[in-house]
């Protein structure tokens, strides 16, 4: 036993080593093994340890002596180093909101001060004038929390002693928290965090599961979600120590759930603090010790116990004074920047209580949470699976998930700009890993008592597999008689079948929207995420013909083509589109178009016809020109309109002795612009 242990000591030994090195390369861009003789190649060794780490683990499995929280620590040791090869190959840097984040951390070191001015000049952010409109204080503006600079502190220091010392070296590193050993050490922060709060998350599911199942939850979800784009490819976002602040709090929550001390209650309070000041949507999660709290003193209402009434208000009042002590840090930043200890800031997106889009937050292409990272929904419908162990807990975190998927749906920008996956529920992550722990615990146990439907849906998935390679050879794709480049084979066979069922993972919200406007649910995938006025912010929506209008174009249209930069499409007699819209609302239609003239040809008028309804004729003149019609809220709808284009003559050049071309045109068009009427 002794020596199975000391086996695994040497290799996670060697694994920390590397960690470590490749963590001094990206912060000093040096190897400090280097500068000791030790011409090692991390990435190189790091795969032998790794495999060492992974043998000996697997035999301490066997043998039963070690515990699983040992086991997951020791591969999240592994696990940090092999993100400092992806944060290194991937090249990850400070970047996107990081700089704002950034900022408050470079003031706090340097000016001691919050007043971010002077900071985002020397960050490069002196063009961007809306940071710099004075706030009641006659501070520069700042829409992003403190938080996430206060949990980089530690290595920003040591990032800090690095340039110091290269600089005294005499290497060209500024000293002045802007050179890259600065930035570099929020990159290894943001991984050092989201690994600790993969290990909380862990823990959590470790509460209402074995170590195995909460393992590979952590697992699946950590490489299979979006949260692993924000550990190594842009860790300076605020996503990993976020995630980490509400593991902590809701494994501390779950953990000491029906036993909980003064101190614990006064715990759990500081940090409901620190994860709102991490991201103030983090205080959702308040939700599960409240909704806790709520239920348990309505106990003593019903059966009168002084003792314990003021026991539980004892512990509220401590819970909400503590969470007060944890959120001072932000509060202090908001006195500092607008006055107030509690602020909105005007260059934050707006919340729209009234209009969230919490099933396009969800499910739709543009950064839904299932449909970027399917693994999430494993977890999502495995929460309920909590109910048999923990009816309480099971209502208590479906609420708060149900809370963050309205609140994120509400905001203005509601797919989260730039972004890699739905990013802005990095704070499910804990619930979701639970989930999916209990999802799969549940699944290994009906797969052993319905062997043959798994067998069937296995074979299943090898007659799709052959189905869809038909489809590649009667399309042509597939040669028959020679060599065949798999690779755009299988995306032809992915094509096919996204083409027959649309994205499973975009269920139910694409088949809804399909059945409601007699669409596929392929097309549904990109005409409901693309419906014109569903983006506040844009009033408006544009079908550039000849341009990207494959959803929109239906009948009565001809190839693209270019004139000069413009492109169009001829339009026979009677030409076609579909638009989508998020809502209805009386909307000027404008049409850029020329018509198809010849020889004392005759006026072309134009009827635009909207759902079935038709108004009056417009004149298009046979040069390019914009005709324009008001079009009232009631011939709208939501979800997909029918426009008709329906033109006064369409005549075949060919007939004209002019050319060949044995089209009937009518006129080119180049785009239809619709725009919110005020």
Same mark, same amino acid.
């Given at each position: ?97 990081? @700089? ?21 000049? !020397? ?7 809306? $940071? ?23 290595? @920003? ?6 340039? $110091? ?37 862990? #823990? ?43 593991? &902590? ?63 539980? !208000? ?32 005007? &260059?934050?997106?707006? &919340? #729209? ?34 109910? #048999?162990?923990?009816? $309480? ?12 998927? %309205? ?54 998935? %090898? +007659? &799709? ?47 809804? @929207? ?18 014109? $006025? ?63 003239? @010849?020889?004392? *040809? ?40 029918? +426009?008709?284009?329906?033109? *006064? ?30």
């Amino acid at each position: 036993m002794i020596q199975t242990r000391m086996a695994i000591g040497g290799p996670l030994a060697l694994v920390a080593v590397c960690g470590i090195d490749l963590a001094g390369r990206s912060m000093a861009r040096a190897s400090w093994l280097a500068t000791l003789g030790m011409a090692l190649e991390p990435s190189s060794v790091l795969m032998v340890a790794g495999a060492a780490t992974a043998a000996a683990l697997w035999a301490l499995h066997a043998t039963g002596t070690w515990s699983a929280d040992r086991a997951v620590a020791a591969v999240l040791l592994l696990a940090f180093s092999a993100g400092m090869v992806a944060q290194l190959r991937l090249g990850a840097r400070l970047q996107s909101d990081g @700089f704002y984040y950034f900022a408050h951390l470079r003031s706090l070191w340097f000016d001691r001060d919050d007043d971010l001015a002077n900071d985002y000049r !020397l960050l490069g952010f002196g063009d961007k004038a809306r $940071l710099f409109t004075p706030t009641p204080t006659g501070h520069a503006q700042s829409a992003w929390s403190v938080g996430p600079s206060l949990a980089w502190a530690p290595f @920003f220091a040591v990032g800090d002693r690095i340039a $110091l010392t290269l600089a005294a070296r005499g290497h060209a590193v500024a000293t002045d928290g802007t050179s890259y050993p600065y930035r570099q050490a929020v990159c290894v922060a943001g991984l050092f965090w989201g690994l600790v709060g993969l290990f909380c998350c862990y #823990r959590l599911a470790r509460v209402y599961t074995t170590g195995g199942w909460a393992a590979l939850a952590v697992s699946v979800v950590a490489l299979g979600s979006f949260i692993l784009w924000y550990l190594v490819k842009e860790p300076s976002m605020a996503h990993a120590p976020s995630m980490a602040a509400v593991a &902590i709090f809701t494994w501390l929550w779950a953990a000491t759930r029906g036993r909980r001390t003064t101190w614990q209650w006064a715990a759990l309070g500081l940090l409901a603090g620190v994860m709102g000041a991490m991201r103030w949507q983090n205080v959702l999660f308040v939700l599960l010790p409240a909704i806790e709290w709520t239920v348990t003193a309505m106990g003593p209402w019903r059966s009168p116990s002084r003792q314990n009434l003021l026991a539980d !208000l004892r512990h509220g009042l401590l819970f909400a004074a503590l969470a007060v002590v944890g959120l001072l840090p932000q509060m202090l930043a908001w006195k500092a920047i607008y006055g107030t200890w509690l602020a909105v800031s005007p &260059i934050s997106p707006q &919340i #729209r209580w009234w209009d969230s889009h919490w099933d396009e937050v969800l499910w739709s292409s543009r950064n839904g949470l299932f449909a970027m990272s399917p693994v999430l929904y494993v977890g999502a419908l495995g929460l309920p699976l909590l109910w #048999r162990r923990d009816r $309480l807990a099971t209502v208590a975190a479906l609420t708060a998930f149900g809370a963050m998927v %309205f609140l994120n749906g509400a905001v203005e920008d509601w797919w989260g700009g730039s972004a890699f996956g739905g990013r802005r529920f990095d704070g499910t992550m804990p619930l979701l890993v639970l989930g999916t722990a209990l999802a799969l615990e549940r699944s290994a146990a009906w797969v052993a008592r319905h062997s043959r439907i798994v067998v069937g849906l296995a074979g299943l998935a %090898f +007659v &799709i597999w052959n189905l869809t390679l038909m489809e590649a050879a009667i399309g042509g794709a597939l040669q028959l008689a020679a060599p065949n480049a798999l690779g755009a084979i299988a995306g032809r066979q992915a094509t096919t079948l996204h083409r027959w069922i649309g994205h499973p993972f975009s269920y139910p919200a694409n088949l809804l @929207f399909a059945l409601r406007n007699g669409i596929t649910p392929a097309e549904a995938d990109m005409l409901w995420p693309n419906r014109f $006025l569903a983006d506040p912010a844009r009033p408006y929506g544009r079908v550039d013909l000849g341009g990207n209008d494959e959803l929109a174009v239906l009948e009565g249209w001809h190839r693209p083509e270019r004139d000069g930069s413009t492109t169009f499409r001829w339009a026979s007699r009677e030409a076609t589109l579909r638009v989508a819209l998020d809502h209805a609302a009386t909307l000027r239609v404008q049409i850029r178009g020329q018509a198809f003239t @010849f020889a004392e *040809a005759p006026p072309q008028a134009l009827t635009l016809t909207i759902n079935g309804v038709a108004g009056p004729p417009l004149a298009l003149p046979g040069a390019w020109a914009m005709v324009e019609a008001l079009v009232p809220r009631e011939q709208w709808r939501a979800g997909l309109n029918d +426009v008709r284009l329906t033109f *006064a003559r369409g005549t075949r050049p060919s007939d004209l002795g002019v050319s060949t071309d044995q089209r009937y045109l009518s006129a080119a068009i180049d785009y239809l612009h619709v725009v919110v009427e005020p």
